[in-house]
Structures are given as structure tokens and as C-alpha cells.
């Protein structure tokens, strides 16, 4: 981290919310840490003003979790949230899969071939991050060729719950096999294979969720939290 203490009056809300998504990318600040204002606001030494619209941002992009009352902290996901997010999204990806085949051309699949490019990119490099937000980001595009924005917002918001945990519990093999799963799904799709689709779109999801070990990414480590954001 840079020297917060001496030289962070200046750094935008923009800056610390990005400060702060890095710690937590890094593993630094676990699922479950609380974000206290006061703490926040003597690491970066700015107003507890700017640190809440820090914490906002970061909310809005489902890392952390603002509690009425209580504060903020970095999501977390329990096993049973875990499994209702996957029992919903097999509802809605079934019917994504079939309404896919049915509507997607030549140019979705250009799109499509190009993000599971990308995906395969991520892969090789171990971009932890990255990958997460592509495997996610799949689903995500199929809603979005199909034209479904309501579907495509609702995608967006499940798949982030998800994301995080991904991100640090997923093995490289799982993520591997996640993105092969996608392309078999498209080979199906391409091949005007609906029922295949589905088929394949639901073991994926179940794959997923058995990938991401939600037990165990809920140990707490109970670091300072100044020290945690500190950290080289």
C-alpha cells in the first residue's frame, strides 16, 4: 500500500474504493471483516464523508455490504445463500438456454467466441480477478443477446454474490473446467441442440457451486484492520 498516513488527504473517494477492492482482492480483508468509518478515515486521513462514498461505490459493486445500523463489511456467503443464489439461477438459466438457441446469429457468436477468448486468456495468465469476472460475466452476455435486460440485471447482481468467493476458493482446475463448460454449452447451442443446452447449462451451475467451497471461505481472519489495509 502506498503511504497512506503521510500522503492520502488528497486520494478521491474513486481512489480509496479502489484502494480498499485491491485489499480485498488480495485476501487482505476476508469475507466478513468489518469496515469501521473512523478506521478508514485515519488510514487515508480524509473525512468520514469521503469514506462513506467510498464504501458506497464498493457496495455497488457487491464487495462489501452496508448494514443498516450496523456498518459496513466485506460479503460474505453463507452455504444456505449459496444455494438458494444457484437454485434461482438454474430456474432462470434454463429458460436463458433454450430462448439462446432460439434467437442467437452469426454475430452473437462472434461475441461469444471472443469472450470465451478472453476466458482462456485469463485462464493461462492465472489472473485470479479477471477470471472470476469473465466466467460470471458468460451468463451475463448470454441474457444480454438474448435482450432480456431485466433477466441481465438480475444475472448481474446473483453472479457478483458469487464472485468474490470464486475468486479466492476456486481452484485453477475448476475454472478451467467452468470455461470448457461454456464452450460445450455453445457448441450445443450452435448445433440448435436445446435440450442439450439445458443440460449442460444445469450441470455447469451445479459444478459451480460444489467449485466454490462456501464453508471454507468463511474463516475470519482477525487482523487490525489499519494493519490489514496497510500491508505491502
Given at each position: 500500500m502506498p503511504e497512506h498516513a503521510t500522503s492520502a488527504a488528497s486520494n478521491s473517494s474513486e481512489e480509496i474504493a479502489a484502494d480498499i477492492a485491491a485489499a480485498i482482492i488480495g485476501r487482505r480483508l476476508p469475507p466478513g471483516t468489518k469496515l469501521k468509518e473512523e478506521a478508514l478515515a485515519r488510514v487515508y486521513s480524509v473525512s468520514r464523508t469521503k469514506i462513506r462514498a467510498a464504501l458506497l461505490m464498493l457496495s455497488k459493486d457487491e464487495l462489501i455490504e452496508i448494514i443498516p445500523e450496523k456498518g459496513a463489511c466485506v460479503c460474505k456467503l453463507s452455504e444456505r445463500e449459496a444455494r438458494e443464489i444457484f437454485a434461482v439461477r438454474r430456474t432462470l438459466e434454463a429458460g436463458l438456454a433454450r430462448d439462446f438457441v432460439a434467437v442467437a446469429n452469426t454475430d452473437d457468436y462472434r461475441r461469444i467466441d471472443t469472450h470465451l477468448a478472453l476466458e482462456r486468456q485469463a485462464l493461462l495468465q492465472n489472473d485470479l480477478p479477471l477470471r472470476?469476472?469473465?466466467?460470471?460475466?458468460?451468463?451475463?452476455?448470454?441474457?444480454?443477446?438474448?435482450?432480456?435486460?431485466?433477466?441481465?440485471?438480475?444475472?448481474?447482481?446473483l453472479t457478483a454474490r458469487t464472485s468474490l468467493i470464486a475468486m479466492h476458493q476456486q481452484s485453477s482446475e475448476d475454472a478451467t473446467c467452468s470455461s470448457d463448460e461454456h464452450a460445450l454449452f455453445i457448441e450445443a447451442a450452435r448445433a440448435g441442440d436445446a435440450d442439450a443446452a439445458v443440460n449442460i447449462m444445469l450441470h455447469h451451475l451445479d459444478h459451480v457451486l460444489k467449485a466454490l467451497h462456501v464453508d471454507g471461505a468463511q474463516s475470519i481472519d482477525k487482523k487490525d484492520l489499519v494493519q490489514a489495509l496497510l500491508a505491502a
Open positions: 472470476a469476472r469473465l466466467l460470471g460475466e458468460f451468463h451475463i452476455l448470454l441474457a444480454d443477446i438474448v435482450g432480456n435486460l431485466v433477466l441481465k440485471e438480475i444475472l448481474r447482481k
